[in-house]
T-cell receptor, first 114, second 113 residues
Framework: TQLLEQSPQFLSIQEGENLTVYCNSS?????LQWYRQEPGEGPVLLVT???GGEVKKLKRLTFQFGDARKDSSLHITAAQPGDTGLYLC??????????????WGLGTSLAVNP | DAGVIQSPRHEVTEMGQEVTLRCKPI?????LFWYRQTMMRGLELLIY????????DSGMPEDRFSAKMPNASFSTLKIQPSEPRDSAVYFC???????????FGPGTRLLVL
């Protein structure tokens, strides 16, 4: 069974601080997506990483895919209160019936305090 | 453009009652996914359709759950009879042809008493 573990589960920081959250697995994924979910809303895609070692930047957010395509990290520089939300990673994998499906982590709940 | 539309946004019902959740995907999208989200288990895929045909329903917890997609612009998820452990937020998401990005609706927050 393919699993994605996210850490930390909860993170509360002050505005202006830097942070990194992680998404780890023992399985290889062909691609990995990061989503942000705000309270009362559905997840919204931030980025997709495909190539091992790939780094993508989205303003103050930096995403990295591990060389072996088993893990990923999200680094936020100078966090803002607007970054508050649940950060979810999802890997492109397969279920027990060999049907293609997204494997979801449980998420990191981030609170940025002003 | 309108995103994925779900109704109702909130539902409170009593154990044993039938619950029907509705979803209108983004126009032109050909894949539709139903998810359930809880604190303990996170996002769980229940079922997904491709061109209105159910492709993978292995995530449907038991026979009390059923889903239909009678046409490209509408899908329902029904729970009958409902139980307190079904309380969760249910999301619908759609994907365009040949695309990877899932576009989520705002969810239906279900509470079964």
């Amino acid at each position: 069974t393919q699993l994605l573990e996210q850490s930390p589960q909860f993170l509360s920081i002050q505005e202006g601080e830097n942070l990194t959250v992680y998404c780890n697995s023992s399985s290889v994924f062909s691609s990995l997506q990061w989503y942000r979910q705000e309270p009362g809303e559905g997840p919204v895609l931030l980025v997709t990483v495909v190539t091992g070692g790939e780094v993508k930047k989205l303003k103050r957010l930096t995403f990295q895919f591990g060389d072996a395509r088993k893990d990923s990290s999200l680094h936020i520089t100078a966090a803002q209160p607007g970054d508050t939300g649940l950060y979810l990673c999802a890997g492109d994998g397969f279920n027990a019936g060999n049907n293609r499906k997204l494997i979801w982590g449980l998420g990191t709940s981030l609170a940025v305090n002003p | 453009d309108a995103g994925v539309i779900q109704s109702p946004r909130h539902e409170v019902t009593e154990m044993g009652q039938e619950v029907t959740l509705r979803c209108k995907p983004i126009s032109g999208h050909n894949s539709l996914f139903w998810y359930r989200q809880t604190m303990m288990r996170g996002l769980e895929l229940l079922i997904y359709f491709n061109n209105n045909v159910p492709i993978d329903d292995s995530g449907m917890p038991e026979d009390r759950f059923s889903a239909k997609m009678p046409n490209a612009s509408f899908s329902t998820l029904k729970i009958q009879p409902s139980e307190p452990r079904d309380s969760a937020v249910y999301f619908c998401a759609s994907v365009g042809t040949g695309q990877e990005t899932q576009y989520f609706g705002p969810g239906t927050r279900l509470l079964v008493l």
